[in-house]
């Protein structure tokens, strides 16, 4: 099915909506996603769950990319009402779309707006730059 939107990655002037919705959501819950003791307990349930192909070496990174990229989209789909606005105009920037084409948006297409917003490259990179700021 083609999406009915197209997202380009962020940019310098993209950084203050993207602040404002992490501190309506709160910085903690996206950084307890990224604590250490979080990905050690992943990787024991990896582990345990004896799956040949996600406890492959080389997977093993990817397959912890996924679960916390799930893991920040349920974070902010949990929170998202704090900050609805932001959300709107963050995504309006990203896809050129208007705030309220956004809105009016199916509840299914919406999600995977915020999970393919998430995947982007420049995202995940922003995110790890930052998140090195806290070590």
Sequence with gaps: MEKKYQLRNPKAEDIFVMFRIISKIGINNIKKIFNAQYVKEIMASMNEEGNAEENNAE?????????????????????????????????????????????????????????????????????????????
């Design 59 to 135: 997977k093993k990174p990817e397959a912890i990319g996924m679960y916390i990229v799930f893991d920040i989209a349920s974070t902010i789909l949990e929170n998202m009402d704090n900050a609805k606005t932001d959300i709107y105009a963050f995504l309006a920037r990203l896809s050129g779309m208007k705030e309220m084409e956004i809105a009016d948006m199916e509840a299914a297409d919406f999600a995977d707006m915020v999970i393919d917003t998430i995947q982007l490259e420049g995202f995940r990179d922003f995110f790890q730059r930052v998140l090195g700021l806290f070590k």
